[in-house]
């Protein structure tokens, strides 16, 4: 049984550096990709950002952000935990949100949270401006 836990998020002051991780456990997927989508209150739950797992590099890169993250957000991987990380900066109001991680059990791109089936319960990231 895939089992995806957020950790991380709190409340933090504009300009401020956070990093979100998620663990994923019950697996055995070689290739896959991880998702990290947000939702705020009376909004829809929209991308952030996701990294391709593989033994390969894909032509255009194993990571992907979103426009609003670009520049900002960092998604990384340690294969030894079975974690992935989202390093916040600079934050802003606008980023207040509650972040999932999501597993995607095919090694592709996408910002289709439908392409997603596994969702660990997300974690809460307010931005006080």
């Known amino acids: 049984q895939v089992q995806l836990v957020e950790s991380g998020g709190r409340l933090v002051q504009a300009g401020d550096s956070l990093r979100l991780s998620c663990d994923s456990s019950?697996?055995?997927?070689?290739?896959?990709?991880m998702g990290w989508f947000r939702q705020a209150p009376g909004k829809e739950r929209e991308f952030v950002s996701d990294?391709?797992?593989?033994?390969?590099?894909?032509?255009?890169?194993?990571?992907a952000y979103a426009h609003s993250a670009k520049g900002r957000f960092t998604i990384s991987r340690d294969d030894a935990k079975n974690t992935v990380y989202l390093q916040m900066n600079n934050l802003e109001p606008e980023d207040t949100a509650v972040y999932y991680c999501?597993?995607?059990?095919?090694?592709?791109?996408?910002?289709?949270?439908?392409?997603?089936?596994?969702w660990g319960q997300g974690t809460q990231v307010t931005v006080s401006s």
């Open positions: 999501a597993l995607r059990p095919i090694g592709g791109h996408s910002q289709n949270r439908a392409d997603y089936p596994y």
């Open positions: 019950g697996h055995i997927f070689r290739w896959y990709t």
């Open positions: 990294i391709v797992l593989s033994d390969i590099v894909l032509s255009g890169g194993n990571t």
